[in-house]
């Protein structure tokens, strides 16, 4: 096994479990302690681990909190592409739902230019003001408190009536997805609530997010793995991540 290949395989496990011992890989793959050694500081340096006394543990990121208008011109390329395959998984007469996020702005475009015959309901009001010139396509907007930073309606009067309805399918964005821990996380406690809100309304459910936030965590988990359908992304994760998430009968897309 050629070194790049050892790194990789290093990653995967460290990935899957949180933590490598260099005894442990040693035998794994056969090769010196001092190798291993060497291996983990090299991705050390590279921002892929953080090393400690005897092994390593994931180098895992705090995402950066800002404002929706800030994330709206940031990574347009990848959102583009993870808009462009959730459209594909909208049907005429779905009800859907959209919640806050960057990537849904693009999406709801897309379904604007469409002709898909569909009910949106969102409490992201950029969202329903795209739809102004269309006539194929019903708008619900859910009332409350409107947070300016994040662009959009939440808290218990928001909650409380998204709890009145029942979508096909709902489209969430999320700070960061933790498979050591099953946890999908935000920023923001009222938001993060009114999060788990539509998803618990809804029959399907999707994360929307780019492939680099499985190592990214926000600072409130506001739902597990296990109560979503999907991940649709930029592009396909490692292959470690693809296994786990099939455990939590999470599709990813």
Do not use: W
């Amino acid at each position: 096994m050629f070194a790049e290949e050892r790194s990789q395989e290093i990653l995967n496990i460290l990935n899957k479990n949180g933590k490598v011992l260099v005894k442990d890989l040693s035998v794994k793959f056969k090769v010196s302690e001092g190798m291993i050694r060497k291996d983990l500081q090299k991705l050390e340096k590279h921002g892929k681990l953080k090393r400690t006394y005897g092994g390593a543990i994931t180098n895992r990121q705090i995402a950066e909190k800002t404002t929706i208008s800030n994330r709206k011109i940031k990574n347009l390329n990848k959102k583009e592409t993870i808009s462009k395959k959730a459209l594909t998984l909208i049907e005429n007469n779905d009800t859907i739902f959209l919640d806050i996020s960057s990537i849904n702005l693009i999406l709801a475009k897309l379904i604007s230019k469409s002709d898909k015959k569909i009910t949106l309901i969102t409490n992201m009001i950029e969202i329903a003001t795209i739809f102004d010139d269309t006539s194929n396509v019903k708008i619900i907007c859910i009332g409350g408190i409107y947070d300016k930073k994040l662009g959009g309606i939440i808290g218990s009067e928001a909650i409380d009536a998204i709890l009145k309805y029942r979508v096909n399918k709902a489209f969430i964005g999320s700070c960061g997805v933790n498979l050591q821990d099953n946890s999908i996380s935000n920023f923001d406690l009222e938001e993060g609530n009114t999060k788990k809100a539509i998803i618990s309304s809804a029959k399907v459910s999707y994360l929307l997010m780019e492939k680099e936030k499985f190592y990214y965590d926000g600072i409130y988990k506001f739902s597990h793995l296990n109560d979503i359908d999907g991940i649709i992304c930029d592009a396909m994760p490692e292959q470690n991540i693809c296994k786990t998430l099939k455990k939590y009968n999470v599709s990813i897309i």
